[in-house]
């Protein structure tokens, strides 16, 4: 991704981040009772800011991802261990399983990108760069 890809991703994530922050005070009552009294909303707050944080460190920390996932999965681990650990919070498998899931998703759309439509933009270029040569301009004899 370009810089400006990044950026515009970036401000999507937080004007959608900032909405669903104050979903709750824009929503009717009953329609706010039903949505996060969900029970497994946390368990999608997990998957999805697992996967956020994974694009962070891979795309613009520029961590590669043989050095992202499993230091991603240690720090899951981590947080569910010390919320375990505390009187006031519990460490569930399910939230580092979630974690876990959030981090494999980002991978596979990673490689699904790569994959399908990367390849496109490089023979694209590829195709321009030599279609623009000098050197392969044929002349009419």
């Not at 824009?26 to 994974?54: A, Y």
């Not at 991603?72 to 399983?97: K, M, N, P």
Request: charged content about 15%.
């Amino acid at each position: 991704m370009k810089a400006r890809q990044h950026s515009y991703f970036f401000i999507t994530v937080i004007v959608v981040t900032t909405l669903l922050l104050f979903a709750h005070e824009f929503l009717p009552d009953n329609l706010r009772k039903h949505i996060f009294h969900f029970p497994e909303i946390d368990t999608i707050g997990h998957l999805t800011s697992f996967f956020i944080l994974t694009w962070v460190c891979h795309s613009i920390i520029k961590l590669s991802l043989a050095l992202c996932v499993p230091l991603l999965i240690f720090y899951g681990a981590l947080t569910e261990i010390g919320q375990s650990l505390l009187s006031y919070r519990s460490g569930e498998l399910g939230d580092f399983i979630a974690d876990i899931v959030g981090i494999s998703l980002f991978v596979m759309t990673k490689w699904l990108y790569v994959n399908f439509f990367g390849k496109t933009i490089i023979s694209n270029t590829t195709s321009k760069t030599l279609s623009n040569d000098p050197s392969r301009v044929k002349v009419n004899d």
